[in-house]
């Protein structure tokens, strides 16, 4: 995992960039003294982890971090706790107290595997083949399921789930983002928060007349679709 250390202390950069060693998984990318330089490298190096220092000279920490990608983990490292609840506006994984504890820097890097190692499998994957394996999370962990298996894609306030015929899986991105990894051929969006595998729409009927449609999926859910994406769907199965 690229990752990027931001702390004004030389000292403290240099500790946690040691700790941070031990994790094989953990690639430090580099280090950044304030606010101003914070920004140069995100945008030039494109972390996947950031750990930041929140008082800092230059832009504030707050600020340049509203311009970083939604999937980059952010941790925060601090010697106050007072900041936490500001925290909250962005994509935190994690709020470390200085000293950084051993224990609690292991927490953070299991909670790191677990929301990035599906979005790592996600963009390797070949996409044109329904027999490409992800790996997707659940209760229990993570499992590995055929591509052509996944029957929809579902978003409901910012909480992004998998559907297959045996098991429902929690997925750590925005619907744009699975769009721009899986989409065509087989997956399509056919509303705002829904996507849905053609392979699995057993049939659609006009909704209420509205215009939009209801289309029934292969473990018998009904997707709603607006009528301009049902038209592309439609023209791809028609006879």
Known sequence: ???????????????LISQLAQYPDIQVVGEAANGDEAALLIKKLKPEVIFTDIEMPGTPVFTFLEAVDVNVAVVFTTAYADFALQTFAFNTLDYLLKPILADRLDATM????????????????????????????????????????????ETRDEDTKAYFHDLTADIPQTLTNIEKRLGEPYFY?????????????????ESGGTGNYELTMSDGTLVNATRRHFAKIRDLLLL
Do not use: C, Y
């Open 1 to 15: 995992m690229k990752t990027l250390v931001i702390d004004d202390v030389r000292m403290a950069r240099q500790e």
């Open 110 to 153: 299991e909670k790191l595997r677990q929301r990035l190692t599906p979005q790592r499998t996600l963009d390797k994957l070949d996409a044109s083949s329904p027999d490409s394996k992800i790996m997707v999370r659940t209760h229990n962990g993570f499992v590995l399921k055929r591509l052509g298996d996944l029957i929809r894609i």
């Open 189 to 205: 969006r056919v509303s705002r928060g829904n996507m849905v595998n053609i392979h699995h729409v057993m049939g659609a009927v």
